[in-house]
């Protein structure tokens, strides 16, 4: 059974009531809460900083597990309606209404008549990793605590057994997805793990505090030290380590990633992490130069050497002596300049332009391109033996669209480092802001993403947040932003809401129905190259509607022309 046709069977929706007029928000029989995840974000590292690792797991399962016992309540009392695992899955279904995650049961090993149960979940959209990521980044331990004291309570009291689930696969710790198991609990052993369930008690623990707490800020001074390299997710990991794995070598380094994901920035973080660090970091766009001025550019030039030269100047290998030279867009060398460039890294000397004289350089070589070199290579475009040279060492740096789970890290360090510029203080970004943001396919990468949020950080009010409207000059991307209120206290679509704030404006002093219907079918007619089947595509109706509708108010048209507006407009009411 699908998750809609589930909900509707089971009718989760109508259960869910608001009542304004006296602030509260009802599941079935229980009152509810609409908090912003932010800010429960922040209380749950408040918890985390002030209790210690181990005692705020802890109490997030418990508080989970509580919650899920009042939804195994609420679902219970449903049984007859389904079968008992459809009542069942009505669990994961409430959690995914109540916006913490969509969960999805992978295995369910169930015997109805002992109470037994041994089952699995994948866990996607969870806010509590998302949170977790955000103000912890990579660590040790799954993050997921709450919903996995959720998923124990519910599946506890819908059995009458204690059933424990654990997290076995956690993004916050790189995994590819979280993965709960849930099993009776005598059969997890005794590994310490019940204890968990049980309540603490706070004295004789503060040795035991002050250790996680220790190790805690040790893992957030260690995301401190990438520096401008922002990320957490498994793509962004994966190229770091390498990184930071070749940073105090020699080792010529090759960055390979689509335009915009940051390859410069990277290859700043190599030099800056490196024992070159105080040398110079020259960097040349080998794509941005002519030909004739790349080799002037890279290994400098004699005075004389072309109608010009008025003197002699040193070119980027020589001023990167004892540095790092980034050779950006490498792929877009000419051959010519492919051929002293290997000649340069094989013997380490540079001969100028016109001149005789080789000069000795220390340099290391970080280059990066966009460009498929093995194709380049069969193509007759790029020599083999400087692919060679140059990819000892290739990382690739993931794009934006790979590594979504960084978008609210990169916007948040963005925003610090812009909106100083701008003299303003913003509240970060709304959350459907934010929701648009991760759903969008990125073509152009983090620097898109830049660009993005300096036009937010611009348009929106000081002291504000930025929103949705802040951020996209060509309008809102298309994206799931979930269900809203609609005006008469129950659940709606976004996209309802949307079309009838539109309908509210439309509907002012001076409204005329047959004009803007009017105006309507012409521009899907004119979007459509007056093609109308594609027109009526466009509108939801047919294509013989489509005609018989541009007839009629071409007829109305003319009879407006003969008798006057409003004449025409009343007829037409």
Known sequence: MTRSKLIEQFDLRSRL????????IWLDESRMLLLHTKAFGALRRELFDTLGAHRAQGLLLRMGFAAGRQDADLARKLTG????YEVFRIGPELHAVEGVVKAKITRADIDWDTGSFDGEVELESSWEAESHAQFFGK??????????GYASGYTTQFFKRLIVFREVSCVCRGDDKCVIVGKPAEAWGDDGYLDYFRPDNVEGQLKEMEEELAQ????????????KLVGNSPGFRAAFDLLSKAAN?????????????????????LHENSNRAQKPFVPINCAALPNELIESELFGVQKGA?????QSRAGRFE???????FLDEVGDLSLSAQVKLLRVLQTGEVERLGGSETRKVDVRVVAATNVDLHRAIEAGRFRADLYYRLATYPVVIPPLRERRSDIPLLVAALIDKIAPGYHKQLRGVSDRAMQALVAYDWPGNVRELQNLVERGILLAPAGGQIEIEHLFARGTPAFSPGAVIDRRGGLGNMEDATRERLCDTLLGEGFNLHLHEQRLLELAVRRSSGNLTHAANLLGITRRQL???????????MHADREGPLSAVQEHR
């Open 17 to 24: 009531r608001f009542d304004l007029d006296r602030a509260h």
């Open 81 to 84: 309606a389904g079968t008992p």
């Open 547 to 557: 005609a018989y509708r541009l007839k009629q108010n071409a007829e109305m048209t």
């Open 249 to 269: 070598s020699p080792i010529s380094v090759l960055l390979l990633g689509e335009t915009g994901a940051g390859k410069e920035v990277f290859a700043h973080w």
């Open 139 to 148: 660590g040790e331990e799954p993050a997921c605590w709450s919903v996995v």
């Open 306 to 310: 072309y109608t010009g030269a008025q």
């Open 319 to 325: 001023r990167a002596d004892g540095g790092t030279l």
């Open 216 to 227: 805690l800020r040790g893992r957030l001074n260690e995301q401190c030290g990438r520096g």
